[in-house]
């Protein structure tokens, strides 16, 4: 029996780029690209100083365990990114998660900017064939700072009105919890409202959003974990 | 491509089986394999076997042999003494003692018994070395703290815990107060193989103790408890180990840990010695890579431990880099966890999130040779400038203040 924690690349789960279990007590070795990808990056940054015009997006930090940035070279006519480099501190599937997203966004030409702003944590781990579920959490700073780095490149390009800033939708009126942070805390692996608010507090200061609490902790766990 | 030889420096998990200790338990399993609660001959030669196997660990505790009980392990031998005493004193007292930097075999347990209400519990500090302080806990005790739980040797880091002192204030204040609480209880798991398990001179009234971490079999552990002391069972059936752990014996295990003890405290002087020179060379290497700090105690230190931790490198990182170099170690990065935060332990110390992202435990063995050491050595710098080259983070050295 293989591991179900991890999903060969052939298998119709990973073909929906989803972590088949949320079991976090096994499961816990790389698939032969995660391998690949953390021994042999593809695109890391070997020199700052040639990308210091470049756009750059940085998420993360060292406390938490996970910090990443990204350069993009941007074509002015195509909008495609032509050149993508990257830099990150984090374990085995953060750095893969990186080396695969970079190589993704740079194939066969380049993905436009809109069309890399879509790139989600799923379609990289589906390319690396699944990711143990307690890593999942790991693979998910990469596209968001990518579309750092491309905001960062309009930016600078005086292209103001192309600038998303990534606001979640405000849950917790009183302390100010959007359900972006509920996703994150999910992704970090509360799967519980006790879990959740231990991470995030929500609830605490405006019960009366916790139905609403509850059902977008089921529908993450879900979109990431798989349904149980 | 060659296959890099491999080179084990994970001990502090667990241990392989010393041969010795294997053929020592091999008959126990096909020829001597009768129950020893059974009347009949077969089973009275499986109980003599037995009996002798708890002889020979009560004369290396200094003890008597009913003071010892076996259990499943370590983690079983902790929630036995844990639950045991806190719910069979209930009446006399809420209020447990343990340090930050237990193992999670006592720390989660006794978290447990505070969120459900049964304890009152007082966490101690630990110094930058990983040390109770004894003065601390001396302010700690209260006329209602019934049990202390501190562990001998620290698992991630190596500092070896001052237990006979702490004993000792036990045993003033018990005179003090005319009282014969609170007892004292210390995991020493990580010890059994290098430190003196006398209890007489550790002053304790139960240890835990397991054969894995000591060249024996998983699934066998031992918990010595104090002659007279009540405790409640967590495991309720036949009766056997005087009622206070039911379940025929695992005989072969027994066998298994009594002969690992033995072997392995009668040969700890010289084992011992030669540990920590190399002990000592790993660590000094290693420090000569930038950006490094020794976690734990240069002195109160377990002969088989190194932590270091490494500034900007996330521990996980590192390992899968040796791992692929055929160097087997752990961490105590978050992500190499079931949780998302990393050790506990490195964080009681007083290191920030970052330096503890990059902590890395060796832990040395008896198969651990001088060649072994040199070659982590030699690979070691490579590996971290690898990584630190692929981060994007350049920590000051403030982090490790």
Known sequence: MSDPNIISPASTDARQGDVVTNSKDKGWFYTDAVKEHFFHPKNFMDNEAEYADAAMGMVGSPACGDAMKIWIKVSPETHRITDLKWKTFGCGSAIASTSMMSVMATENGGKTLEEARKLRPQDIMERLGGLPARKVHCSVLGDKALRAAINDWYRRNNQLDHIEIETGRIIDKVLKITDHDIEEAVLDGALTLDKVQAKTKVGTGDPSCIPEVENLIRFYKEKYFGAE | ?401
Request: hydrophobic share 40%; proline share 5%; net charge negative.
């Open chain 2, 1 to 401: 491509m060659n296959e890099p030889k491999p080179i084990y420096l994970d001990h502090a998990a667990t241990t392989y089986v010393d041969e010795r200790v294997l053929n020592i338990m091999l008959p126990y399993f096909s020829e001597v394999f009768a129950n020893p609660s059974s009347f009949h001959t077969p089973g009275l030669r499986a109980k003599e076997v037995v009996t002798e196997a708890r002889s020979t660990i009560a004369k290396l505790f200094n003890s008597r042999d009913e003071e010892v009980i076996f259990t499943s392990g370590g983690t079983e031998s902790d929630n036995l003494a844990l639950f045991g005493i806190i719910r069979a004193h209930a009446a006399k007292g809420k209020h447990v003692i343990t340090s930050a930097i237990e193992h999670h075999a006592i720390l989660e347990p006794l978290l447990h018994l505070k969120k459900k209400g049964e304890i009152e519990l007082t966490i101690l500090p630990v110094n930058r070395e990983g040390l109770v302080s004894v003065q601390d806990f001396e302010q700690a005790l209260r006329p209602d703290t019934i049990l202390v739980s501190i562990m001998m040797a620290n698992n991630e880091i190596g500092t070896i815990e001052p237990i006979a002192d702490i004993g000792r204030a036990i045993l003033v204040w018990r005179k003090e107060k005319a009282t014969p609480y609170p007892y004292f209880h210390t995991d020493a798991c990580q010890a059994a193989g290098t430190l003196d398990l006398d209890v007489e001179k550790l002053h304790v009234d139960l240890m835990t103790v397991n054969a894995s971490k000591a060249y024996g079999p998983k699934g066998i552990g031992i918990l010595y408890v104090r002659r007279g002391l009540k405790l409640e069972p967590l495991v309720i059936g036949g009766g056997q180990e005087r009622n206070i752990r039911s379940g025929t014996e695992n005989v072969p295990g027994i066998i298994g840990i009594a002969a690992a003890l033995k072997f392995a405290q009668d040969e700890k002087e010289i084992e011992n010695a030669r540990l920590t020179k190399l002990r000592d060379r790993l660590i000094e290497g290693l420090l000569t890579i930038p950006k490094t700090i020794l976690n734990g105690s240069q002195i109160q230190r377990l002969p088989n431990n190194v932590n270091i931790s490494f500034l900007d490198i996330e521990g996980e990182a590192a390992v899968l880099y040796l791992d692929a170099e055929g160097i087997a170690i752990s961490t105590g990065s978050a992500c190499a966890s079931l949780s998302l935060d990393p050790s506990h332990v490195i964080l009681a110390t007083g290191l920030s999130y970052e330096a503890a992202h990059g902590s890395l435990r060796f832990s040395l063995g008896k198969r651990t040779t001088a060649e072994d050491i040199e070659h982590v050595i030699k690979v070691m710098p490579d590996i971290v400038a690898k990584l630190r080259h692929m981060s994007p983070v350049n920590l000051d050295m403030k982090y490790f203040a």
